[in-house]
């Protein structure tokens, strides 16, 4: 299959730290990862483009400087959510593209609660 | 950029009756659409995609049609269950971005619920 993993699951936080989410594709290569953020009820809303060995794109209205993502390698992509405050409380997801194909694979997503 | 709207948001049908819900987009560009259904706190997961070389596409008691003139994309869920209850998103993509990937977005979701 094509297994995408996430971690943390959950993860609570003060405001103003820092926090890093990790999505691995386990079983294929991704140069292509994807990071939405979800809030309750609503639909996915793509938060930036991630691409091995490059810098991320981000979409419109999202802050390049509080959302750090780095894409290493072709199984791993990172975001870090920096000076976190309560607003930024979501339901982070990531997807990764098996190279080849149009198919977005995705994690299970991150809880995160700022407090 | 490409906007998805996606109809209804909440649908509740009887066991056994059928389930549509219909999207339109507005990039003509867009050519891959894939569907998506997501139970509360889990990942999304794909249950059909078409892309812009087909009308329609089936898979069991799931089918998807596509209208490229009229820029609208519907899914049909016949003999539904109760376990087809979830969120349902309709994507759209216009293909490969400059630098590789696949950029989706996504409709508002419709909360489909299966009564006994």
């Known amino acids: 299959g094509a297994v995408v993993s996430q971690h943390p699951s959950r993860v609570i936080c003060k405001s103003g730290t820092s926090v890093k989410i990790e999505c691995r594709s386990l079983?294929?290569?991704?140069?292509?990862m994807f990071w939405y953020r979800q809030f309750p009820k609503q639909s996915l809303m793509l938060m930036a483009t991630?691409?091995?060995?490059?810098?991320?794109?981000?979409e419109q209205g999202v802050e390049k400087d509080k959302f750090l993502i780095n894409h290493a390698s072709l199984t791993l992509s990172t975001l870090t959510v920096t000076s976190a405050h309560p607003e930024d409380s979501s339901f982070y997801i990531c997807?990764?593209?098996?190279?080849?194909?149009?198919?977005?694979?995705f994690g299970p997503g991150t809880r995160l609660t700022v407090l | 950029g490409e906007n998805v709207e996606q109809h209804p948001s909440t649908l509740s049908v009887q066991e056994g009756d059928s389930a549509v819900i219909k999207c339109t987009y507005s990039?003509?560009?867009?050519?891959?659409f894939p569907w998506y259904k997501q139970e509360l706190g889990k990942r999304p997961q794909l249950i059909i995609d078409?892309?812009?070389?087909?009308g329609e596409k089936k898979d069991q008691r799931i089918a998807v049609t596509l209208n490229k003139t009229a820029k609208h994309f519907s899914l049909h869920i016949t003999e539904t269950q109760p376990e087809d209850s979830a969120v349902y998103f309709c994507?759209?993509?216009?293909?490969?971005?400059?630098?590789?990937?696949?950029?989706?977005?996504f409709g508002t979701g419709t909360q489909l619920k299966v009564e006994l």
């Open positions: 997807s990764a593209e098996k190279d080849g194909s149009n198919e977005q694979f």
């Open positions: 079983d294929f290569q991704a140069t292509t």
């Open positions: 991630s691409n091995e060995g490059s810098k991320a794109t981000y």
């Open positions: 990039d003509s560009a867009s050519n891959y």
């Open positions: 078409i892309r812009s070389n087909v």
């Open positions: 994507a759209a993509s216009s293909g490969r971005l400059t630098g590789g990937g696949n950029k989706l977005t």
